[in-house]
């Protein structure tokens, strides 16, 4: 009994171990929690955290796609855009920005909400 239910409990530890990274990572929701997007647009990207943070519900996946790209390179032109950008690119952080293929998932998928 003792040997079932060890391996029981190892079989649980893996799953909820590797699921969220590997299963989830390659959705738009998945990445858009995988990268930290909720954290500061909320839920489906319709609930922001704060009024500096805009809420991303209606808009096109274009647009999205656009805007986003631009913060992340840098290239926001308000104070507000370096928040964002910080959050991928400031030394204390290890956090990777989206590719672009992952970002356009994300976009499409926050659209399609
Ligand atoms: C640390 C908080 C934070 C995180 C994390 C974050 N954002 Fe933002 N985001 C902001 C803020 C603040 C703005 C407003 C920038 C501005 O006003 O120029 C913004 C703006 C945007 C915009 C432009 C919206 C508009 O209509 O102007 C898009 C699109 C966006 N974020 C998408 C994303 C995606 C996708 C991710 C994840 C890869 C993400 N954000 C992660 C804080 C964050």
């Not at 590797?18 to 319709?46: Q, R, W």
């Not at 390179?73 to 990777?96: K, N, R, V, W």
Request: net charge negative.
């Amino acid at each position: 009994m003792k040997v079932i239910h060890y391996v029981f409990a190892v079989q649980i530890l893996v799953v909820s171990a590797v699921n969220p990274v590997v299963a989830e990572e390659k959705t738009g929701p998945g990445l858009f929690e995988y990268y930290a997007c909720v954290n500061c647009h909320g839920t489906e990207g319709g609930k922001p955290v704060s009024k500096a943070v805009p809420s991303l519900a209606g808009k096109s996946a274009d647009e999205i796609y656009t805007k986003a790209q631009k913060i992340l390179l840098g290239e926001g032109a308000t104070s507000e855009s370096e928040i964002m950008h910080t959050a991928f690119y400031s030394p204390s952080q290890c956090d990777q920005p989206p590719s672009q293929d992952e970002l356009r998932m994300i976009s499409n998928w926050l659209a399609s909400k």
